[in-house]
């Protein structure tokens, strides 16, 4: 389940941004490494079943808390309830020095403002509250799937 989760969520991300053009934030970004680790727990898991695989479902757990408050940060950003911790999600602030030097000081390639919801396929959840969402289902799911597995 970690394995075809993660891989859904790191495949619809990789799709906005590559097929669809979509430009990720930074937090976008961030809450992609969560999903990363899940998929490593999960081909572990299914690599060495037993206790190894048992554990890599507990360690499981953790991850997706931070990835469902990564989510809860990300839309809060989106909502203008708070600012982004991220020093990359707010706009430059240039100060003196020639109109060349500010220049120079750009970055390469132009950062989408955090506070910038990306909605996919006009659904009425922005991506970044919808991999919360997502999280939260497959925490219950493995949840309940440690639970029963302890209880046997």
Known sequence: MLVLASAFALGLTWYAEHILE???C?????????WRILLVLGV???LIPG???FWSAVLSIPVLVIDIGLAILHGGVEHKWWQSPLPSCHAPHFHGG???ERLLSMPMRPAKPCDDATYLFHLPISMSVLGGLFAF???V??????WRERRS
Do not use: K, N, W
Request: one cysteine or more; proline letters at 7%.
């Open 22 to 24: 979509y430009v990720p």
């Open 26 to 34: 930074e937090l976008c970004l961030l809450e992609r490494m969560p």
């Open 44 to 46: 572990l898991a299914l």
């Open 51 to 53: 206790r190894i695989g």
């Open 98 to 100: 020639s109109f060349r």
């Open 137 to 139: 289902v497959l925490l």
């Open 141 to 146: 799911l493995i949840s309940y799937g440690i």
